[in-house]
């Protein structure tokens, strides 16, 4: 089971996540239990956005830390306005 917290204001929001991850079939006893997993990314150093995940742990067969790096490097100091425009611009692949 996963735990995301996400706490916010009118001036900002502070995320939160677990980092633990069960990987296999549950009810034949075949769990494997992993306590380093990544839930959280940010987009990058410079900009406040960050991802949170859970569930499977990766978006159209690829790790989700695999294309939020590569969403991230695509970014190059860019900056959108609304903050949708992150989303979309991760959805899409490409920059507008």
């Given at each position: ?21 069960a990987v296999g079939d549950g009810d034949c006893g075949r769990k494997k239990i992993y306590y380093t997993a ?59």
């Amino acid at each position: 089971m996963t735990c995301e917290v996400a706490v916010m204001n009118k001036c900002g929001m502070a995320l939160a996540a677990d980092s633990v991850v069960a990987v296999g079939d549950g009810d034949c006893g075949r769990k494997k239990i992993y306590y380093t997993a990544e839930k959280l990314f940010s987009l990058s150093p410079d900009l406040p956005v960050a991802i949170m995940t859970y569930g499977p742990a990766a978006i159209t067969g690829a790790p989700w830390e695999t294309a939020v790096k590569v969403c991230a490097q695509k970014l190059w100091g860019l900056r959108f306005d609304p903050l949708v425009e992150y989303a979309r611009d991760l959805a899409n692949g490409s920059n507008p």
